[in-house]
């Protein structure tokens, strides 16, 4: 062979040896790029797993607060079942038994409408995502007969402004675990007390429900208010006297619970004024049916 059809024959084969070096290369790439991915998932799945856990010891935190004043008001609900039961099997009158029944009967609903909404908050459901029609004035209720006896203990007054059948399609437990963590920090922004508003209303758009949460504190400095959404963020020094506080995962945590809802948490502040938190929920139609608050 020539010299010339030796060059012409290692032309024609180089590309050949090009593509066979280049091929492991290029598997030892996609390689890297599916490890990368499988990374990027098992990171996201990380942070979704403590997020969750996050939420939860929120929630136990919410919880211990409520507790005392929980018993408290489970205690003033059965003391009426055991006098009213006395007084019935002392008297002979149908009639005054009849009354006395009554009595026990309400009371007896009082409790269970008690335990019902710490159940509902210690129980959020197995899916995090679950979803019902649900009215929030029912909703609101619940939290103030959780949250009364702590404010009350406080000298925190507390106004409620509820509205005509305001429905939203909630995770009942969740929403009602934001305005605790609300309504706490509106009685922390108050240490000699005052008055606390929550109000419903419908947004201009009427496709919105608002729920507001407003205080007569201290008020925000405007460089904080920019940054009380931000993880680890917090105007307080440390925890309250009822050990509360200070951790700056509380908002975090609402904003993060209020958009999985497709909904928007803000917040207005002027020093020495006060605050308003305003959470926004899309409104739906009424159920058919009545819906229970705490159930999740």
């Keep these: 062979m020539s010299r010339k059809s030796q060059d012409d024959a290692m032309k024609s084969l180089s590309p050949l040896s090009e593509a066979a070096c280049s091929r492991p290369a290029l598997h030892a790439m996609q390689d890297a790029q599916t490890d990368r991915e499988i990374d990027a998932a098992s990171s996201q799945e990380h942070i979704e797993a403590l997020r969750r856990q996050i939420v939860a010891l929120q929630r136990i935190s919410s919880l211990g607060i409520l507790a005392s004043g929980v018993f408290h008001e489970l205690n003033n609900a059965l003391t009426p079942v055991l006098n009213y039961a006395k007084l019935g099997l002392r008297n002979p009158d149908p009639a005054y038994r009849e009354r006395a029944f009554n009595r026990i009967l309400e009371a007896a609903q009082r409790a269970t409408t008690i335990t019902g909404g710490m ?51 909630v995770n009942p437990a969740q929403i009602q675990q934001v305005l605790i963590n609300l309504l ?37 400095a405007p460089e904080n208010l920019r ?48 605050s308003t938190f305003t ?5 739906c139609p009424p159920p058919e049916s009545s819906t229970r608050v705490g159930a999740a």
């Excluded at 508003?197 to 507001?212: N, Y």
């Design 279 to 283: 959470l926004l929920l899309p409104s």
């Design 119 to 169: 159940l509902g908050l210690s129980r959020p459901g197995r899916d995090p995502n679950h979803r019902e029609p649900i009215d929030l004035n029912r909703l609101v209720e619940e939290v103030v007969m959780l949250i009364g006896k702590d404010l009350n203990r406080h000298k925190v007054r507390l106004e409620v402004q509820l509205m005509s059948r305001p429905f939203a399609k």
């Design 184 to 220: 706490i920090n509106a009685r922390q922004a108050m240490p000699d007390g005052g008055v606390v508003r929550l109000k419903l209303a419908l947004d201009p758009s009427g496709r919105m429900v608002e729920l507001s949460v407003l205080d007569h504190g201290e008020g925000i």
């Design 227 to 274: 940054r009380i959404f931000e993880p680890f963020f917090s105007t307080k020094t440390g925890p309250d006297s009822s050990g509360v506080g200070g951790t700056g995962l509380g908002l975090a945590v609402c904003r993060d619970i209020i958009e999985a809802h497709h909904g928007r948490l803000r917040a207005e502040s002027r020093q020495g004024r006060g």
